[in-house]
């Protein structure tokens, strides 16, 4: 699966001309440039980007070409990956639990920033990483409010486990920080706020002083027709919720966003394979395949739908309960999605805003699941 090296106008331009069988996922290199230059102009401090959202060899050149110098890494693979499409970039081995021997990879590659919630992994990496000029960063949890889904399910220590770890990461001579990752698609602000406060509640019980805070993930992207995300809104309050938790203490910030750079870069467009008895729709394409995230989040309502010609589909909005192409029941999109009452067999229904964990889910499951990639020069039209 790679990009070709054609440059389409638009995904009507491809859809019309190729009329492709398979689904096919389209990619707007500006779009993506865009929103890291506003990341990187608008948050204040370090922006890293989750590689696990979207590994693409593509993606991570035109986010270094557009200033990003710091990737979030969970693996050997995408350590290696970086240091060879990003050779001068930071890692930040983000992944709290590790063999010792993904550590030693990262100590061959120079990785200087770790992140921890246990005391056994505490133990693993003072044993196994040279602490001068490297960073533990001890991860924390709060009750989960306003994400799609908890991330404290897996990771984060309590508050009180947070002292401790802090505490042990100074006095082995690391230098000492804290992260916590709020959820994923956090479109209200204030989910970061009672984390911050939080933070600086533990760096003032374990006194001491951190260096850097880092405020995660969970920055969304545009996936409701009715919601759209106010990236603004949410770095305003990271910066004053800081100062005035931490006052003169106030520690570098450091934020890493997946879908909130990728996500709405991608677009990907499936087709109608059957309208069953004009009530059930089977598209291309599914949750086996680059639909995989949407009944773990919900389903994304930003679609087009346009006829084999590029004629856009107006009808009446109708609920439709959408299946993918497997002969698995679990194949199904969450609720029912609004598409037009003139929708037909061959029709191709565009996903936008599906950039984030569309190309690493991907299956093959019951022979279906190929992808196509192509790079457009704008997602729309």
Same mark, same amino acid.
């Not at 922006?47 to 969970?74: C, H, Q, W």
């Not at 995660?216 to 995300?229: D, E, K, Q, S």
């Given at each position: 699966?790679?990009?070709?090296?054609?440059?389409? *106008?638009?995904? *009507?331009?491809?859809?019309?001309?190729?009329?492709?069988?398979?689904?096919?996922? @389209?990619?707007?290199?500006?779009?993506?440039?865009?929103?890291?230059?506003?990341?990187?102009?608008?948050?204040?401090?370090?922006?890293?980007?989750?590689?696990?959202?979207?590994?693409?060899?593509?993606?991570?050149?035109?986010?270094?070409?557009?200033?990003?110098?710091?990737?979030?890494?969970?693996?050997?693979?995408?350590?290696?990956?970086?240091?060879?499409?990003?050779?001068?970039?930071?890692?930040?081995?983000? $992944?709290?639990?590790?063999?010792?021997?993904?550590?030693?990879?990262?100590?061959?590659?120079?990785?200087?920033?770790?992140?921890?919630?246990?005391?056994?992994?505490?133990?693993?990496?003072?044993?196994?990483?040279?602490?001068?000029?490297?960073?533990?960063?001890?991860?924390?949890?709060?009750?989960?409010?306003?994400?799609?889904? $908890?991330?404290?399910?897996? @990771?984060?220590?309590?508050?009180?486990?947070?002292?401790?770890?802090?505490?042990?990461?100074?006095?082995?001579?690391?230098?000492?920080?804290?992260?916590?990752?709020?959820?994923?698609?956090?479109?209200?602000?204030?989910?970061?706020?009672?984390?911050?406060?939080?933070?600086?509640?533990?760096?003032?019980?374990?006194?001491?002083?951190?260096?850097?805070?880092?405020?995660?993930?969970? @920055?969304?992207?545009?996936?409701?027709?009715?919601?759209?995300?106010?990236?603004?809104?949410? @770095?305003?309050?990271?910066?004053?919720?800081?100062?005035?938790?931490?006052?003169?203490?106030?520690?570098?910030?450091?934020?890493?966003?997946?879908?909130?750079?990728?996500?709405?870069?991608?677009?990907?467009?499936?087709?109608?394979?059957?309208?069953?008895?004009?009530?059930?729709?089977?598209?291309?394409?599914?949750?086996?395949?680059?639909?995989?995230?949407?009944?773990?989040?919900?389903?994304?309502?930003?679609?087009?739908?346009?006829?084999?010609?590029?004629?856009?589909?107006?009808?009446?909005?109708?609920?439709?309960?959408?299946?993918?192409?497997?002969?698995?029941?679990?194949?199904?999109?969450?609720?029912?999605?609004?598409?037009?009452?003139?929708?037909?067999?061959?029709?191709?229904?565009?996903?936008?805003?599906?950039?984030?964990?569309?190309?690493?889910?991907? *299956?093959?499951?019951?022979?279906?699941?190929?992808?196509?990639?192509?790079?457009?020069?704008?997602?729309?039209?």
């Amino acid at each position: 699966m790679g990009l070709s090296k054609t440059i389409w *106008t638009n995904p *009507t331009e491809y859809l019309t001309t190729q009329k492709p069988e398979n689904p096919v996922l @389209f990619f707007a290199p500006s779009v993506l440039q865009g929103m890291a230059r506003k990341f990187i102009d608008s948050f204040p401090g370090m922006v890293t980007y989750a590689v696990k959202s979207n590994p693409m060899e593509e993606v991570i050149e035109n986010l270094s070409s557009a200033g990003l110098r710091g990737f979030d890494v969970a693996s050997p693979f995408e350590m290696r990956l970086i240091k060879r499409l990003a050779p001068d970039a930071a890692l930040h081995y983000n $992944n709290p639990v590790r063999s010792p021997a993904e550590i030693a990879v990262a100590v061959e590659l120079g990785v200087k920033s770790y992140s921890v919630d246990s005391a056994s992994e505490l133990a693993k990496l003072i044993k196994h990483v040279p602490a001068e000029g490297t960073e533990i960063t001890v991860r924390f949890k709060l009750p989960v409010g306003g994400a799609a889904y $908890n991330f404290g399910a897996k @990771f984060g220590a309590t508050a009180e486990l947070a002292v401790e770890l802090l505490r042990v990461v100074a006095d082995a001579g690391f230098v000492p920080s804290l992260t916590f990752h709020p959820g994923t698609q956090c479109t209200e602000p204030a989910a970061w706020e009672s984390y911050i406060r939080k933070a600086a509640e533990i760096a003032e019980e374990a006194g001491v002083t951190i260096a850097r805070l880092n405020v995660g993930g969970g @920055f969304p992207n545009h996936r409701l027709n009715a919601v759209t995300p106010d990236l603004d809104a949410i @770095f305003e309050m990271i910066d004053r919720v800081a100062t005035e938790a931490f006052g003169d203490a106030r520690p570098l910030l450091v934020c890493e966003p997946g879908r909130g750079l990728c996500g709405d870069a991608f677009s990907v467009a499936t087709r109608v394979k059957a309208l069953r008895d004009d009530t059930h729709v089977f598209l291309n394409d599914g949750v086996y395949g680059s639909l995989t995230e949407l009944p773990m989040i919900g389903v994304i309502d930003r679609t087009e739908v346009k006829s084999p010609e590029g004629v856009l589909r107006t009808g009446e909005p109708v609920a439709r309960i959408v299946f993918g192409p497997t002969c698995d029941s679990v194949d199904r999109l969450p609720g029912e999605l609004m598409l037009p009452e003139d929708l037909t067999e061959g029709d191709y229904v565009l996903f936008h805003g599906m950039g984030a964990y569309s190309t690493v889910t991907n *299956t093959r499951f019951n022979g279906f699941g190929e992808l196509g990639m192509e790079t457009v020069l704008n997602l729309h039209a």
